[in-house]
């Protein structure tokens, strides 16, 4: 089947029509935050970004507390989606979802802006490769979804959202505190816990998703397959992220 023909100007996007603009710019991201950003910055000092990170951050806050709210409200108001069939959810979903669907894609482009400013810091050490592989693989997968969205319009897919929006809110929050400079260090006791919230995230998602196929509201296809196995991967690497920083 071809991709929805997507209608409010989704199908003139460029990001969603050129088939190699968002591949070129993932390879560009990784090629600086592993490589160009890092030499670039090896005999200079640190460039001051306190007013960008503290201005991004909160605007990041804004943002993902705006799409946990509105995915919430979706899934509410479209409970009768969770069990009909593929093809019809599919179409249903994309007639419903393609706005806040394209804003969560064009924000996880944005969050590649989180390691830019690391290198740019000089914070190499931060540059992991959980960190790349997950900021990078995220806006890949919405690209996907976005081009394919009348056949992929699995129920799972705003849990998932949902669920990631809410943890980036309060990540970013951690951020933009943090930024504000070392006075707050007393206030962010909490930091931990986000990890611990990814991996609660990535946990609930794989055993709902699991629930879905066994009673057979969530058919498994080609997307469910990689999207299980990519969060399958994103657990352990949090999990041994975890154990490492205990």
């Known amino acids: 089947m071809k991709p929805l023909s997507f209608s409010l100007d989704v199908e003139n996007k460029l990001l969603c029509t050129n088939r190699y603009l968002l591949p070129s710019i993932l390879i560009g991201y990784a090629l600086f935050v592993t490589w160009i950003g890092p030499t670039h910055m090896r005999n200079r000092k640190a460039y001051n970004l306190r007013r960008v990170l503290v201005t991004y951050n909160f605007l990041e806050v804004i943002i993902n507390a705006y799409i946990a709210s509105r995915v919430s409200y979706f899934m509410i108001n479209n409970r009768d989606l969770y069990c009909l069939s593929k093809i019809d959810r599919g179409v249903l979903f994309s007639q419903r979802f393609k706005h806040l669907g394209w804003l969560i894609f064009l924000n996880k482009v944005f969050d590649l802006f989180d390691t830019v400013f690391f290198v740019l810091r000089k914070k190499q050490n931060q540059v992991t490769i959980l960190h790349v592989i997950h900021h990078a693989l995220m806006p890949l997968f919405c690209w996907w979804g976005l081009r394919s969205l009348q056949v992929f319009g699995g129920f799972y897919l705003g849990v998932g959202l949902g669920m990631n929006a809410v943890v980036h809110t309060v990540m970013y929050l951690y951020y933009g505190l943090s930024a504000l400079g070392p006075e707050m260090a007393k206030y962010l006791w909490w930091k931990k816990y986000i990890t611990v919230m990814q991996i609660v995230q990535f946990a ?21 397959t990689t999207l299980f196995a990519f969060v399958s991967l994103m657990l352990i690497l949090f999990i041994n992220f975890y154990k490492k920083c205990k």
């Open 204 to 224: 609930i998602f794989l055993v709902y998703m699991s629930f879905g196929f066994l009673t057979g509201c969530e058919q498994p296809g080609k997307m469910e």
